[in-house]
């Protein structure tokens, strides 16, 4: 049986090779009319997603699917609403030869538009995520990919098992953790907490400068630094710097198990 499962592989691999001179493709579009402040829930076994706010009324599933054409049919997606809310999911019937090698001949990239007041809730097994000009609660995952966000004015968990984050022009509070790269957060405004975590990268944090905070940041492999006038109530050899910024606030956590830690003014 497991010799069987192994060739099956080797010529899956084969298949994949040959996608690049053979490869089937096919396309997904659904237009669905919503109002402000809904909720859209997106869950895929496999893809890159990519969500961005807009002036419309309506949320816009764009999806391209690309492989040998046995992967294409077996990938599908459906789409739901409840009111303001959407609900999509993309489903992936692999052979039985394992996610992995079954992906490596699918690729899968969504393309969403939201209002700019929406919420999200995303999870895609692997891929990398990308938000840009939205105002909500926001919440994405990936099992492995970068995470990538511009212009979020709310709340922001961005969680990823094998990749960056990079977190730019951010108003709110904001939680980061990933298993394996490094975390860049800017926040421009309305500084309501950070939550940062890597266990195998740099951690940058750039702060307003009137930005009141109380820092508790630690790295086991680097050093961390402080561009701000904090106030220090713990230094250790430059692996732990806690204190406050400002009076204190909201609470600035960081940490690293291998990489720096640095927080900067931002520009």
Not at 174 to 182: I, Q
Request: charged share 20%; with cysteine.
């Amino acid at each position: 049986m497991k010799q069987c499962k192994s060739v099956w592989v080797i010529l899956l691999l084969f298949a994949l090779v040959a996608t690049h001179a053979t490869g089937e493709e096919k396309k997904f579009s659904k237009t669905l009319r919503v109002a402000e402040g809904g909720t859209l829930t997106l869950s895929s076994d496999v893809g890159s997603v990519s969500v961005r706010g807009t002036t419309s009324a309506n949320v816009v599933v764009e999806a391209t699917i690309s492989g040998v054409e046995g992967s294409i049919d077996a990938f599908s997606i459906a789409e739901a609403t409840e009111g303001s809310n959407v609900v999509v999911s993309g489903k992936y019937n692999a052979p039985n030869i394992g996610r992995l090698a079954a992906g490596m001949a699918l690729k899968v990239s969504f393309s969403i538009e939201v209002p700019t007041r929406y919420n999200l809730v995303v999870t895609t097994s692997g891929g990398s995520i990308y938000l840009e000009n939205i105002e909500g609660t926001e919440e994405v995952k990936t099992s492995g990919g970068e995470i990538t966000a511009k212009n979020i004015d709310g709340s922001l968990t961005c969680v990823t098992s094998a990749g960056s984050i990079d977190a730019e022009k951010i108003a709110g509070a904001l939680r980061g953790t990933t298993s394996g790269g490094s975390v860049r957060v800017s926040v421009v405004r309305d500084y309501k907490g950070i939550y940062t975590k890597t266990s195998g990268g740099s951690i940058v944090i750039a702060l307003p400068r009137s930005a009141t905070a109380t820092i508790d940041a630690t790295t086991s492999g680097g050093k961390v630094t402080c561009d701000l006038p904090v106030v220090i109530s713990e230094r250790t050899k430059e692996k732990v710097l806690r204190g406050t910024l400002n009076g204190g606030g909201d609470t600035l956590f960081a940490k690293t198990s291998a990489g720096s830690i640095s927080i900067i003014a931002v520009d």
